[in-house]
């Protein structure tokens, strides 16, 4: 089983800059897609980016492309999420996830998750 330790969120203003961090607890080059999700208050988790398991192709939510970028250090099994030009609508609980198969766009296709890191960004 897989174990996902998330960090890096915290409080920035609008315009300034995150990066999260997701500790994997074994190797997820070659074996796991990973993916960011995020939650806000009353509303369903969203897909923000994900990157393929072997190829290290990316995708991006349409509201976060060009602002965001998700990448991974294979030797630190780590992956990262650099936001920049963060906005209000940004601010949510951001989940790492990591799956085996099926659309990387969707939270059912992820096997384990991360606890979760809070951003907020103020106005």
């Known amino acids: 089983q897989v174990q996902l330790v998330e960090s890096g969120g915290g409080l920035v203003q609008a315009g300034g800059s995150l990066r999260l961090s997701c500790a994997a607890s074994?190797?997820?080059?070659?074996?796991?897609?990973m993916g960011w999700f995020r939650q806000a208050p009353g509303k369903e988790r969203e897909f923000v980016a994900a990157?393929?398991?072997?190829?290290?192709?990316?995708y991006y939510a349409d509201s976060v492309k060009g602002r965001f970028t998700i990448s991974r250090d294979n030797a630190k099994n780590t992956v990262f999420l650099q936001m920049n030009s963060l906005k209000p609508e940004d601010t949510a609980v951001y989940y790492c996830?990591?799956?085996?198969?099926?659309?990387?766009?969707?939270?059912?296709?992820?096997?384990?998750w991360g606890q979760g890191t809070q951003v907020t960004v103020s106005s």
């Open positions: 996830a990591a799956g085996r198969g099926g659309s990387v766009l969707r939270p059912t296709s992820y096997d384990y």
């Open positions: 990157i393929s398991r072997s190829l290290g192709n990316t």
């Open positions: 074994e190797r997820t080059t070659g074996n796991y897609a």
